[in-house]
């Protein structure tokens, strides 16, 4: 998580650094003017010595040649001092040629001598000003929607929690289980919505979450049955059957941590609840050789293809199999990945088509000790 905006970037070909050839490139940039005094100078010189050669007595070729040294002596010195003048100036325009990521890496070259140096500031000053109003209209539009997102995921919520409460109670007014009643339907329905709507809010919570993290230990086994009961109506209707082996607790965001489980459950009776017969749901929890922890979820789906997994934690990528379920939007393993990266766990997956898939989420208590 930490980032290292400090190494110095070598020319290409050289392991030195750019600093060290600077005053060749001075040089180089004034070969021009160079070029233009020597051919001033030899003109001058030439007709000078051609008229003493003419006119023997006026003009000694020697004092052409000393004038000409003289003027050369002049020019370096000059070059000398134009330099040191502006090394400053380059020193800065190299120093945000490093750090040229930062957004205000270009107003970090001030020391301009000439004209052309300081319109190009002024330029430079104007273009960020004008880029940084744009984008402070752009965030406050963001900040808008997401408000929005917030306000709209909560008030849909509600009316789910009442649909899903008035199923239950016709249920047991009924006396007959939610399937005979034709209400289980309803009520899975609305588990759907209600699924879907918190990984929007997820979505939408994810630019801020480093505002909406709290680091504390966490029983995972707990963690991982609370979340399994959710899924417990599915389980028994496709004949899954979820077993959790194991004990830890782990350092982690407990919300977060239970919305990526969530996602890898889900996924597992998504993807298993296709198969015939009965299916086993393993969620194991194991201490790694390094004192981390480990937690697997195995199912026994139809897996995924070799040449897709690569590919299975980019957004909105669902694959062949996720076009066999209608409700797949190619978000959610994608959103586990990334809150796994912001905690600082790792999530990798192993399958074999026709047999199951395992998702392993691997908590290295370190890294997460450096992010808290």
Not at 15 to 37: C, G, H, N
Not at 142 to 147: G, I, K, T, V
Not at 323 to 344: I, N
């Amino acid at each position: 998580m930490n980032h290292d905006n400090n190494k110095t970037d070598a020319a290409p070909g050289t392991d030195k650094p750019e600093t060290a050839v600077r005053p060749l490139r001075y040089i180089q940039d004034s070969l021009s003017y160079i070029a233009a005094f020597t051919a001033a100078l030899l003109l001058s010189d030439t007709a000078l010595i051609l008229g003493a050669l003419r006119n023997p007595g006026d003009v000694e070729p020697a004092t052409a040649v000393y004038a000409g040294v003289l003027a050369f002596f002049c020019l370096s010195l000059w070059l000398a001092y134009d330099y040191l003048r502006q090394r400053a100036y380059y020193r800065q325009l190299e120093e945000a040629k490093r750090q040229a990521s930062l957004l205000d890496a270009a107003l970090r070259v001030r020391s301009g001598v000439t004209t052309d140096q300081i319109a190009v500031q002024r330029l430079l000053r104007t273009q960020y000003e004008a880029y940084m109003e744009q984008l402070g209209v752009y965030r406050r539009q963001q900040e808008m929607h997401n408000h929005f997102i917030h306000q709209w995921v909560h008030q849909m919520k509600t009316p789910v929690a009442v649909i899903d409460l008035i199923v239950q109670q016709a249920g047991q007014m009924e006396g007959a289980g939610d399937t005979q009643t034709g209400l289980g339907s309803i009520r899975e329905e609305t588990e759907r919505l209600t699924r879907g709507l918190d990984m929007m809010l997820s979505t939408a919570r994810l630019d801020k979450f480093e505002m909406d993290v709290h680091i504390r230990r966490v029983s995972l086994h707990e963690l991982v049955r609370q979340v399994t009961n959710t899924y417990k109506r599915l389980c028994i209707k496709h004949s899954i059957f979820p077993q959790i082996i194991g004990e830890a607790d782990v350092e982690t965001d407990e919300k977060w941590i239970a919305f990526v489980v969530h996602q890898l459950v889900g996924n597992a009776v998504k993807y298993s609840k296709l198969k015939p017969g009965t299916k086993k749901l393993l969620l194991q929890i194991d201490r790694t050789d390094d004192g981390g922890v480990s937690l697997r979820v195995t199912d026994e789906g139809i897996g995924i293809a070799a040449h897709e997994l690569p590919r299975i934690f980019d957004p909105f990528y669902t694959g062949h199999n996720g076009r066999l379920v209608e409700e797949s939007t190619g978000m959610g393993l994608y959103l586990a990945k990334q809150v796994c990266a912001k905690l600082g766990h790792r999530l990798s997956v192993t399958s074999v088509p026709g047999s199951g898939t395992t998702f392993t989420v691997s908590f290295q208590m370190q890294v997460l000790h450096k992010f808290q």
